[in-house]
């Protein structure tokens, strides 16, 4: 009989346990990432980097906004694009210490710094201030001649949370050309990014 009892109540406590474990599963705060891709642009010359197959920079302009009301911290942004129809995985420059370009556009021209990347070191994501900046990553066997097709970012927080998100060349295009509610020329300079007239 004291057997039976001990199955009962060790039962009874597993029972228990698991009940408090999918509650805690269901009012935990969940990370709500979601992210934007504004410009993005390339790196006229192939970069030759030792020990690494020879490759074109990629950077793009993110806006990464967090729905919850909980702080989020990204770990990683990992870069695609897609080029032909294959995707190609880029490789953070921050690796290599390259030299960042100047961008130009309209009749300005800009110079970016490593302190204006975001995938280094690792930012929080706050409810309420989205977190804007650039990401330049280096994408083996990229070649000048080859078109980018779209863009693919993934972002893993701390927790190993993923959160992906993609847009096309033609949507990028379009979006740096007035088809959005910032110009090129704010994102920058919101970025801290000093901008010249040229």
């Known amino acids: 009989m004291e057997l039976a009892s001990l199955i009962t109540a060790i039962i009874a406590a597993l029972i228990s346990v698991l009940s408090a474990y999918a509650a805690w599963r269901a009012t935990r705060p969940k990370p709500k990432l979601s ?36 702080p989020i911290h990204p770990l990683r942004f990992e870069l695609e694009v897609r080029i032909g129809g ?6 953070r420059m921050q690796n290599y210490q390259a030299t960042l370009p100047e961008l130009r556009f309209s009749n300005y021209a800009a110079s970016i710094t490593y302190e204006h990347l975001i995938d280094w ?53 379009a979006w740096s050309t007035g088809a959005s509610a910032h110009t090129t020329l704010e994102l920058i300079t919101h970025a801290g990014i000093p901008v010249r007239t040229v």
């Not at 504004?38 to 729905?67: C, D, F, K, Y």
């Not at 294959?86 to 490789?91: A, E, L, S, V, Y």
């Open 121 to 173: 070191p690792p930012r929080a994501v706050n409810h309420g201030a989205p977190l804007m900046g650039f990401i330049y990553h280096m994408v083996p066997g990229l070649t000048e001649t080859e078109l980018i097709d779209e863009y693919r970012v993934t972002v893993t927080d701390v927790f190993g949370g993923k959160t992906r998100f993609s847009k096309s060349q033609a949507e990028v295009d």
């Open 86 to 91: 294959r995707w190609c995985t880029g490789k």
């Open 35 to 70: 992210g934007a891709i504004t410009m993005g642009w390339r790196q006229g010359v192939n970069m030759n980097i030792p020990e690494e197959s020879s490759g074109g920079a990629v950077g793009l302009h993110l806006i990464i906004t967090n729905a919850s009301s909980h």
